[in-house]
């Protein structure tokens, strides 16, 4: 009896120190949990790394090693270890079926999946996690992101059917906004592939994103997101010329969100949608900020042209001149090509046309753009205008090619049709048939008009199209009237050849005769002629009359000087 109570209390004692012991493990093993989750909360990450690795190898077991690999896994994460704390997720998820964090575990690793566009596997987990009814929190983030992956894999019909789930099952989740965004931004894109083509369906299309964007409006958001929004809504606005609308919310944009970046990429557009809505002293104060910033150099161009035309139609004048000139100087020399229609520089025969304006500011500015900006500048003069006699026409001629133009066009006057000349000629007479130009008037002969016909032939054949341009500045520079000088060699050309019937040799003889004519020494002529007839090298095999003359034999002799 005493034998069998002696072994029983040896069990009892064996029993209490196992039990004992036991619970000194528990105890270990809680304390060690406890300060890994104490350096995981403080954000010391790679300290809590390294506990969490050693509990997890110290107790294999443990009650809590679900949480412990999870949290590892996150640490591991947030240190930049993407690979490894992939793996400790995939763990808790296949071996802790029924833990708390399997799910969780299961949308970082979608999300590590996703952001190395493995966008497959990420959608499957997502998948997985939608469909084991996770908790509203994570049900509304792997929503989205499910959406985000499937518009990356270009399924953007299933993409905004996840984030429209969001709007409809979690309204409440800071993911509503975000995904109402994703909405609209789906309808921007087809809008926008729409609008470039052309297709007639894009203001449908802009319409149903504008519709979304509002709703994200309405749902408010943080200040990048609603000032986003915004400039989504006035960039669509814009692009279909509903300008009061697009300057609106470019308003509003420019308001409420003044630093961020959209802010400063719509300043711009806005600027133009307050232009096109007539709110041009708006307009001017965008001016006024993007000139005043160095990083807008590249766009200043375009924002003076802005200016200069608001101030103009705010009948600010003399601004406005200046600020054209202050941009047309901008322009490389030959670069801007600008039509000037003069037509007479004779204020009663433009009055007899219904034509009005300040001849001297126009005669001023033609010389400014030629002199200042470098400007390629076209203008034209009309004979047989009315009231206009051929002495009055010359006079203007000289004035105009004073000024320096690249090109003088001088038209005939024509009766069009519907024109206040084709109801009241005032005395002229005029072709019945095209071109319909004038024949005659009171103030010039159908000679005196056959006369300025061949002037004009020869003068666009000649000057207009560049031939031999040094040797033509040279007979018309010191002349008393270019017109009647060049008439003059018209004239002679006209003799000899016709309107048409010479080729440059022919012309050349022709400039050499006219240019010693008027007292030009005929070895500078020659010398002119030849740099002309050359023109840098694109025309070679010199006329026999332009191989000749001093100038010629000393430059033969220096070649031959050379070669020796």
């Known amino acids: 009896m ?19 012991g036991a619970a000194a493990q528990a105890d270990a093993y809680a304390d060690r949990l406890l300060f890994a989750d104490g350096l995981y909360v403080r954000g010391m990450h790679d300290l809590a790394i390294k506990e969490y690795t050693a509990l997890l190898n110290a107790f294999p077991a443990g009650a809590a090693n679900d949480a412990a690999m999870f949290r590892l896994a996150e640490c591991l994460r947030l240190q930049g270890d993407r690979a490894t704390a992939g793996r400790f997720y995939s763990h808790v998820v296949v071996h802790f079926r029924e833990s708390p964090f399997r799910l969780r575990a299961a949308y970082r690793r979608a999300r590590l999946y996703a952001d190395e566009d493995d966008h497959e596997s990420a959608v499957a987990h997502y998948q997985v996690i939608l469909q084991e009814n996770p908790p509203p929190d994570l049900a509304a983030a792997a929503r989205f992101y499910l959406g985000e992956s499937l518009q990356a894999k270009g399924d953007t019909d299933a993409a905004d059917a996840a984030f429209a789930a969001i709007e409809k099952e979690h309204p409440e989740s800071e993911f509503n906004v975000y995904a109402l965004m994703k909405r609209a931004e789906i309808r921007r894109d087809r ?9 007639a369906a894009a203001a449908e299309a802009g319409d149903q994103a504008l519709a979304v964007f509002d709703r994200a409006l309405k749902r408010g958001g943080p200040d990048r997101l609603v000032a986003e929004a915004l400039f989504q809504t006035a960039e669509i606005h814009f692009r279909h010329q509903a300008y009061a609308q697009s300057a609106d919310v470019y308003r509003q944009l420019l308001k409420r969100f ?11 557009q806005a600027a133009w949608s307050a232009v096109n809505t007539g709110l041009y002293a708006e307009a001017l104060e965008a001016v006024v900020k993007a000139l005043a910033d160095p990083a807008r150099a590249g766009t200043h161009d375009e924002w003076l042209y802005i200016k200069a035309n608001c101030e103009r139609q705010l009948l600010q004048h003399e601004t406005a001149i200046v600020t054209y000139r202050e941009l047309l100087v901008r322009f490389p020399p030959g670069v801007l090509h600008l039509e000037a229609g003069i037509q007479s520089f004779d204020p009663d025969v433009l009055a007899r046309v219904n034509r009005r304006g300040d001849l001297a500011a126009a005669a001023e500015g033609i010389a400014w753009l030629v002199r200042e900006a470098g400007a390629d500048v076209h203008a034209d003069l009309i004979a047989g205008l009315p009231g206009e006699a051929p ?8 004035r105009l090619y004073r000024l320096g133009p690249s090109e003088i066009q001088v038209g005939i006057l024509k009766s069009l049709y519907g024109t206040a000349l084709a109801r009241d000629g ?5 072709r019945q048939a095209p071109p319909y130009d004038v024949i005659e008037t009171p103030s010039m002969m159908a000679s005196e008009l056959d ?31 270019p017109w009647q000088r060049f008439d003059a060699f018209s004239r002679r050309l006209a003799a000899r050849h016709g309107l048409y019937g010479m080729g440059l040799v022919e012309l050349a003889t022709a400039l050499l005769d006219e240019l010693t004519s008027v007292g030009v020494d005929s070895d500078e002529a020659r010398g002119l002629l030849r740099a002309d007839y050359l023109d840098g090298g694109r025309r070679q095999n010199l006329p026999a009359l332009l191989r000749q003359g001093t100038l010629w034999r000393e430059s033969v002799n220096g070649c031959r000087s050379d070669r020796q």
């Open 2 to 20: 005493e034998r069998c109570w002696r072994t029983g209390l040896a069990m009892l004692a064996a029993s209490v120190m196992l039990a004992a």
């Open 191 to 199: 809008w926008a592939v729409l609008y470039l083509a052309g297709d």
């Open 258 to 268: 003044p630093n961020d970046t959209r802010s400063a990429q719509a300043l711009l």
């Open 391 to 398: 002495a009055g026409f010359a006079a203007g001629f000289d």
């Open 426 to 430: 005032q005395g002229a007479r005029f």
């Open 451 to 481: 006369d300025v016909r061949r002037f004009a032939s020869h003068w666009d054949r000649v000057v207009n199209r560049g031939l031999f341009p040094l040797a033509i500045e040279r007979l018309l520079r010191d002349a008393a009237s």
